[in-house]
């Protein structure tokens, strides 16, 4: 992403996170630039922004964003993403038969020379993924396992917020690999987010694309033999078989493994939950390897970070949520330039707790052999356990609470807001993995609080807040509470 567009983001994102005015001159030194730059960057913003936004500039009074209530700033933040001449770079090599830069350079309406520093660009953002780009003729090399995942990764930037008219993969239907996915799931009581129902099915349609290709997938013996052993694999397998029948290809042992690993390290909303007083039980008892590794983690928690978390019981039942979903992650990487950043926010907001969550969780990765947890889940569970701080430390309106996150997450947003808001709402939880628009009309609630943005026609108030819960988006809530008693 240019510099520009970087710029025109971090406007867009202060201006988002609190609902007040903004001078020129307060942007113009938080982000090091003049503010005739700053102007000019508002007008062009101000052009793209969709129906319903606008930014407001009021001399003597100076500059706010207006938005919808129900829309979120992702919005905004994929459409950016989606102009990312990067993301169009890899987008072509890797889905179109464009080899040449003089090629690239017709496909992106631009001169020869324009193209070298896209390109260099583009070369930062593989790094992340261990991958390298060859310039003659231009193709993304490494592991194809690091492959599938910028694949994946790239269509959903493109892809997101629009229908799949943007698919670019003609030869596999969008709406017929997403309906394979959402009947294996349901069947597996695995209940998936929108957003990650649509993952899978850019990551298996990025595979079927690779197998056409010819393209072989190597895997190490230790992700073979653990994947084998988990639920993942018995869903990934199910999926390829009705891939299989569907377009006559032969997927093999390594592609079901691999599209496994990688769907192991997607949120999802529940996957056949355990009970609490029975997840207490084992948990106190410690009869299996896998409750005895979670007590330890929750020691080496309480340890490094002083609070008293084993005496939590809602911390340990969201922890142990959060441990089977990353016990999983067999291999994850740390990516670039996301449309938010979780552990930036955390890094800014609790940077101590941040600290004394990541050193209890490399003591016990390394204890376990398991692989280093990438930054974005160290953030999450360093919010679970702030969210016991400030339970520790701290007529009602029924509300739906939605995050695409996983419970980490979850639960210290819902902190935040009985924080904030706890003598005025009761929140409640939806039907396990039902996101139709049928089933939340027909719930008894108020309003609905959203992370995403919901599919079909809700007759519900919603709120759509920012992934890491902004001082706006808390005044935003307010305000409509207030306006509505």
Known sequence: ???????????????????????????????????????????????????????????????????P?????????????????SFQVIMLIQFTQIKSIAELANALYTQQPAVYSILDRVEELLEAYHL?????????????????????????ALCAYSDDQEWPLEAFSFQDIKKIVLDTTEKFKLFLYPSTTNKYVYLLGTMLYRIDKKMQLELTDQSINKILESNYFKIANEICNHLEHQY????????????SLL???????????????????????????????????????????????DEDEEFLYTLHDQFQRYSFILYS??????????????????????????????????KFSYPEITRDKIAKVALNVQASKINFSSLRKKVLLLTSNGPGVHRYIETKLVTAFGHKIDFILPKLGEFE????????????????????E??????????????????QISNFLSNST
């Open 132 to 156: 390298t780009l060859k310039r003659g003729p231009l193709e993304i090399v490494g592991r194809e396992f690091e492959i599938r995942l910028l694949c994946g990764d790239i269509l959903d």
């Open 437 to 456: 628009s049928t089933i939340i009309n027909e719930l008894n609630i108020e309003f609905i609080i959203s992370d995403f943005l919901l599919e079909g």
């Open 69 to 85: 209530i129900s829309s979120s700033i992702n919005e905004i933040r994929s459409l950016y993403v989606k102009n990312s001449l």
């Open 263 to 309: 769907i192991s390290t997607l949120p999802y909303y529940s996957f056949d939950n355990m009970e609490k007083n029975e997840f207490l039980y084992l948990y106190q008892n410690q009869k299996t390897r896998y409750f005895k590794e979670l007590y330890h983690l929750v020691e080496l928690l309480k340890k490094k970070t002083g609070i008293s978390l």
């Open 1 to 67: 992403m240019d510099k520009s567009t970087k710029r025109k983001l971090q406007i867009i994102n202060i201006l988002s996170k609190q609902d007040k005015w903004f001078k020129t001159e307060e942007l113009a030194n938080e982000l090091l630039c003049t503010e005739k730059t700053i102007r000019n960057d508002l007008q062009a913003i101000n052009t793209h922004l969709p129906k319903g936004w606008q930014i407001e500039t009021i001399k003597g009074k100076g500059i706010y964003i207006n938005k």
């Open 333 to 366: 990487i740390d990516k670039k330039e996301p449309s938010y950043s979780m552990d930036r926010y955390v890094k800014n907001q609790y940077s101590d707790l941040y600290k004394k969550v990541s050193k209890a969780l490399q003591i016990w990765t390394k």
């Open 248 to 259: 006559k290809h032969h997927i093999s042992m390594n592609e079901r493994i691999a599209f």
């Open 458 to 475: 809700i007759i519900h108030p919603i709120i759509t807040i920012d992934p890491v819960l902004t001082q706006r988006d808390i005044d």
